[in-house]
């Protein structure tokens, strides 16, 4: 059974998040290739070894040596399976599967000490055997750029596990920089992840 779900089908929160690790970190998942379509991680010991699949279909290998302050070991000191999923412009697409909301800001704090910025991008709430996934968020409080550009990057498949679109690619469509859409969509699931942690503190 996938970890999306615990042994009697219980709910779970699938969290997607945006790492960059730190300069210096030597992590073989972004010293390999800024680009990634997937990553394979085998961490056993003292050594990891990665496996990158860049865009054109490219395996790359590389290894690195396993410290305190390598990502899976944050992910695993919270009990969290850490699934890579892509890498872009050096930035780390990471999903993991935990309990509830709290588990979420842990994992965030924790994550924090370790790389040099964080970003939540999704959170799923995943329940039954079948994991299936639901998401609620309120769009009222985006101002009209906001959510234009948020919502092209869904319908174009932006935030998809397979996705084919680039953040460039968006940004041509909407007339504006790469630097600019990055920053929209940042601040628009910002605005939106603080709704959702402040509606479950009511």
Do not use: W
Not at 6 to 12: I, L, T
Not at 96 to 109: F, K, M, N, T
Not at 151 to 178: P, T, W
């Amino acid at each position: 059974m996938s970890d999306a779900a615990g042994a009697d089908g219980d709910r779970r929160l699938r969290v997607d998040l945006d790492v960059d690790p730190t300069g210096d970190s030597g992590c073989p998942i972004v010293s390999e290739a800024d680009e990634a379509a997937e990553v394979a991680v085998n961490a056993v010991g003292d050594e990891c070894v990665v496996d990158v699949t860049t865009p054109d279909g490219e395996v790359v290998r590389g290894t690195g040596e396993v410290d305190e302050d390598c990502l899976c070991h944050a992910f695993g000191r919270l009990g969290c399976a850490p699934h890579f999923r892509r890498v872009e412009d050096g930035t780390i697409l990471v999903t993991a599967y935990v309990d509830d909301r709290a588990a979420v800001r842990g994992l965030v704090d924790e994550l924090r000490g370790v790389v040099d910025r964080v970003r939540l991008v999704r959170l799923a709430v995943v329940e039954g055997p079948n994991a299936t996934e639901q998401v609620t968020f309120d769009l009222s409080a985006l101002t009209p750029k906001q959510r234009r550009g948020l919502e092209l990057a869904v319908v174009r498949g932006y935030f998809d596990d397979d996705r084919d679109v680039r953040l460039r690619d968006l940004a041509e469509e909407l007339g504006i920089s790469k630097s600019a859409l990055s920053q929209r969509l940042r601040t628009a699931q910002a605005k939106l992840v603080t709704d959702v942690f402040d509606d479950a503190e009511r």
